[in-house]
């Protein structure tokens, strides 16, 4: 057995989607020089508004039709929620990029009421908001034809040539000029079509009509062309105008989240990382990367990531629309050795991290991290805690140094090689006694060869430094102690 | 009849217990105070650092450094999370192991106001049990502008969770502090060859805790 899921009206369902339209709307394409109707709901064929219109014509009919452009990311998204569903009925499933996708049930358990489960996914899928005719039959093609009539209930097809025969011949979507032959011998339903001799029809009308008799023939199992690529977790919404606060982008984020995460939990993910992109008003984009810490499909821990991101974020540009991407993951579970604990809450800690970064700076907070360096000073910070190696640190010793960023210069005056005075705005004095030189050396072989000399002073007011001689320039490093 | 009547009684007994515990909170017994031993002989003196209370380490910056040190050895032996706000902007990452630093959050600012900030926001989140707030290099005059009402601020947010919040001063300057803790350091050139253990064994000073009526006396004479 085959289903098929297809969203009737597909492009304008798609540009609808979060919006609440009780009116009558159409969709429109763009591209097209006089802006034609591709597709309108009922309430505008209740107007006499119809496809292939201009959209003149239409606002002739009804002032108050919305009209709104093609949305192919919408579009996107609204066929990833169609192969979402499909995959969770089976492996099998090929997806068209018009709005419908056919699975393969063999694997479904016997004895399953086919009834049942076509209206299972319908009211799954109307929950997400998308409206679909579901159709079932012995073949793909069959099954397609099925939810095309499938207006009012799911249709499922035991007997095809019952099925097939009453059918306009229309429902095969022949081409211009084999439909035309066709009239002209007076064929108007499938019935009338298959009756014609089989061998007699192929030579007169080529390949195509043969075509058309096997895909309602009921015999023909064509394969499928198997989705290959998991399905994306991702939302898209354009705005009707530039929007100026961060509300209505966090109203939208907020719907998006509720839908996306009902879907994570469908299948038993959580969300690892969040991908905000945020088209703007001179056709660039803002674009973020959020990996959560603890990766969850909880909507509120979710929403504070973003909404404290959006809180500090400053835009020189409107944004037009948002897209909201999520990359799914399996839900994992931390196994901390005996005594080793973790955070608390990691998704509240990242929420503090991003406020910390975004009133200090990226670069002034997180876990600090040794370059495989001698150069002084050569560090970076990571965003998360690493693993501890296992065993006790190496010993450390001496007073720990507290570095000036940046170093003060200072005038140092020598004695036989030695520093013996030094004038500074953090330190002047005479020094009492230094240790040095230790001398510091690095990348001789490229561009950035380095090359320093360091000393450790202390002065004779008290107080002990560091002080350091590159390219015969000094400059106090830092402190130890202060007098 | 007579029943009812010891109910009442007893009721009574239980509002007026109540009535009594909301006004005068401190006749309560007091609760164990809860504490963290850092393995350093001097801050254990009284049993290790408070925990939901503020905790004011002051001295030279060379003695703040040694306490760092024997906080981030704790740290590490206990595998728990340390967050370190520096206002100066001053700590060497260099000058450690780098196995001390892989549970080591360190928020470089540079103004004691926006490091009183980033430690409000550290305080709230209550993700680490260890907070040390670093003022020893930060400018004097920018010490100065702290307001008090800041550090009652700090209490009010500590005192119900079970954080160390550690204040490494150059000198006492935090109201309302549950402890103080005066170091006493005359570190010299020749400290450089000695290990950081043995710095961290010698550090002294004195330490004023509040609950001790005689050094709490000692503690508001030393502010």
């Keep these: ?483 | 009849m007579q029943a009812r009547q010891h109910e009442n009684r007893g009721a009574q007994m239980a509002a007026l217990r109540r009535l009594v515990e909301e006004k005068f909170p401190q006749a309560q017994p007091a609760a164990p105070v809860r504490r963290l031993r850092t393995g350093c002989p001097f801050l254990d003196q009284k049993g290790g650092l408070r925990r939901g209370a503020l905790t004011e380490i002051c001295g030279s910056p060379a003695g703040g450094q040694i306490a760092l040190a024997a906080l981030l050895e704790r740290a590490r032996e206990e595998g728990f999370f340390t967050g370190l706000i520096d206002a100066a902007d001053a700590f060497a990452p260099t000058e450690w192991s780098e196995t001390l630093l892989h549970r080591l959050l360190w928020v470089r600012c540079r103004q004691a106001d926006l490091a009183l900030k980033a430690a409000d926001y550290l305080l709230r989140d209550g993700n680490l049990p260890l907070l040390v707030l670093d003022l020893q290099l930060a400018p004097e005059k920018q010490l100065r502008r702290i307001p008090l009402s800041t550090w009652h601020r700090f209490h009010r947010v500590i005192e119900s969770s079970a954080t160390v919040f550690v204040l490494l001063t150059p000198h006492p300057m935090v109201e309302g502090v549950a402890a103080r803790m005066a170091l006493h350091t005359q570190p010299e050139l020749l400290d450089m060859y000695r290990s950081r253990a043995d710095l961290v064994r010698e550090l002294n000073g004195n330490i004023f805790e509040r609950g001790d009526a005689q050094d709490f006396t000692l503690l508001e004479k030393s502010a």
Excluded at chain 1, 185 to 211: H, K, M, N, Y
């Design chain 1, 1 to 483: 057995m085959f289903t098929c899921l297809l969203a009737p009206s597909f492009r304008l369902q798609a540009a609808l989607r979060w919006r609440d339209s009780r009116g009558s709307a159409a969709v429109v394409d763009e591209m097209s020089t006089k802006a034609v109707i591709l597709e309108v709901n009922r309430a505008a064929e209740a107007r006499r508004i119809f496809a292939g219109m201009t959209a003149t014509q239409a606002m002739a009919h009804d002032p108050r039709i919305l009209i709104l452009p093609r949305a192919p990311e919408q579009e996107s998204c609204l066929n990833q929620l169609l192969a979402e569903r499909g995959l969770a009925l089976s492996p099998e499933v090929e997806l068209s990029p018009e709005g419908f996708c056919v699975i393969n049930l063999h694997n479904v358990a016997a004895g399953t009421c086919w009834q049942q489960l076509a209206d299972e996914q319908i009211a799954h899928l109307r929950e997400q908001g998308v409206v679909v005719q579901v159709g079932m039959a012995g073949t793909p093609d069959l099954a397609i034809l099925a939810a095309k009539t499938a207006i009012t209930h799911a249709a499922i097809i035991y007997d095809a040539p019952a099925f097939v025969t009453p059918l306009p011949l229309l429902a095969l979507e022949p081409g211009e000029a084999l439909r035309a032959i066709l009239q002209d011998w007076g064929i108007r339903t499938v019935g009338d079509f298959l009756a014609l001799p089989g061998s007699e029809v192929t030579e007169r009308l080529g390949a195509e009509a043969q075509a058309l008799r096997r895909k309602v023939s009921g015999q023909h199992k064509r394969p499928l062309e198997l989705l290959r690529t998991p399905p994306t977790y991702s939302e898209a919404y354009d705005f009707d105008y530039e929007v100026d606060t961060t509300e209505p982008l966090l109203f939208v984020l907020r719907r998006f989240l509720d839908a996306l995460c009902t879907r994570l939990r469908t299948v038993y993910r959580v969300a690892q990382t969040l991908h905000l992109t945020i088209p703007l008003d001179d056709r660039s984009r803002h674009s973020r990367v959020f990996c959560i810490p603890s990766p969850t499909a909880e909507i509120e821990v979710l929403f504070r990531i973003l909404e404290t991101y959006l809180e500090t974020l400053q835009l020189r540009q409107r944004p037009i629309g948002v897209r909201l991407c999520i990359e799914p993951s399996l839900p994992t579970r931390d196994q901390l050795s005996l005594f080793e604990s973790a955070l608390r809450d990691p998704n509240l800690f990242g929420e503090t991290l991003a406020r910390l970064k975004a009133l200090l700076g990226n670069n002034a907070v997180g876990v600090p991290m040794l370059r495989d360096s001698h150069r002084p000073d050569d560090f970076f910070l990571a965003d998360t805690f690493p693993t501890p190696p296992p065993g006790p640190p190496a010993p450390c010793h001496g007073l720990p140094l507290r570095r000036y960023r940046p170093a003060e210069p200072v005038s140092v005056q020598t004695m036989n090689g030695q520093p013996a005075t030094l004038e500074s705005a953090v330190a002047t004095g005479n020094i009492a006694q230094s240790m040095g030189p230790y001398r510091l050396s690095g990348h001789w072989w490229d561009k950035e060869s380095w090359e320093t000399e360091e000393w450790d002073i202390e002065l004779t007011e008290g107080g002990l430094y560091r002080i350091a001689r590159q390219d015969e320039r000094w400059t106090v490093e830092g402190c130890y102690d202060v007098c």
